[in-house]
């Protein structure tokens, strides 16, 4: 009998010790390809806020959506200046300005119009993959919106947010610590995700991982 109990007793060890390894490893695995999966995402966000920015500063709004976005960065032409040469020492202490070095013919600055694709991301940039979360076993696009919010000096603030949800990006990866990684968002009041910017509050268009 005694027996008995000691081969149970060390069976009851071996499973516990097997189940806590197996949870340790599961939470490695899954914080693992969590932060490979959000750095692409985060990368993908940065470039559609510089977007939204550029688009805002030619417009004074956001752009409503993705295909509007898409046409701006593929047929708006920005101003990009080229730069040759620079004023020396000696010249900065003889009081010469960068305006007179130009007329002089010293150093070149002339402004040529380029697309916005290529002035903000280069030329071989994929306008098309900005809106696609980059995350290969997902089928998904980000959310994006647009509001205006009054600040506290009373101006109305164009404002815009783009961003995917835990569910979307994890939603392959272990159920349980992916409900648990939500609930600790919603707990302290955080968005359940990524995202940039914000149609609630005015952020100056921050990621919430920043």
């Given amino acids: 009998m005694k027996i008995v109990v000691k081969i149970l007793l060390v069976g009851a060890v071996l499973l516990l010790t097997y189940m806590c390894f197996r949870s340790i490893m599961g939470n ?9 999966r959000e750095t692409a995402i985060q990368a993908n966000l940065i470039d559609i ?14 752009a409503a959506n993705f295909e509007e976005l898409g046409t701006f960065l593929k047929e708006k032409k920005l101003p990009f200046l080229i730069k040759e040469g620079t ?5 900065l202490e003889k009081g ?13 600055r002339d402004t040529i119009w ?26 998904a696009r980000f959310q994006m919106d647009t509001a205006t919010l009054p600040s506290s ?11 995917v949800k835990y569910d979307v990006y994890l939603g392959d990866l272990d159920r349980q610590l992916l ?16 995202r940039v910017g914000s149609i609630k509050e005015i952020n100056n268009n921050a990621g919430n991982w920043e």
């Fill in 153 to 163: 000096s009373g101006y109305t603030v164009h404002v815009f947010e783009c961003g």
């Fill in 96 to 108: 010469m300005t960068e305006k007179e070095a130009v007329k002089r013919g010293l150093i070149r």
């Fill in 49 to 62: 806020r510089k977007a939204q920015i550029e688009y805002k500063n030619v417009y004074g709004v956001h």
């Fill in 179 to 194: 409900i648990n990684l939500k609930d600790e968002m919603q707990k302290m009041g955080k968005y359940d995700g990524l």
């Fill in 28 to 36: 490695v695995e899954f914080d693992s390809e969590r932060e490979i």
């Fill in 87 to 91: 004023l020396t020492d000696e010249q």
């Fill in 114 to 139: 380029v697309l916005a694709k290529d002035t903000l991301f280069g030329a071989n940039y994929n306008v098309d993959s900005m809106a696609i979360v980059p995350v290969k076993t997902v089928n």
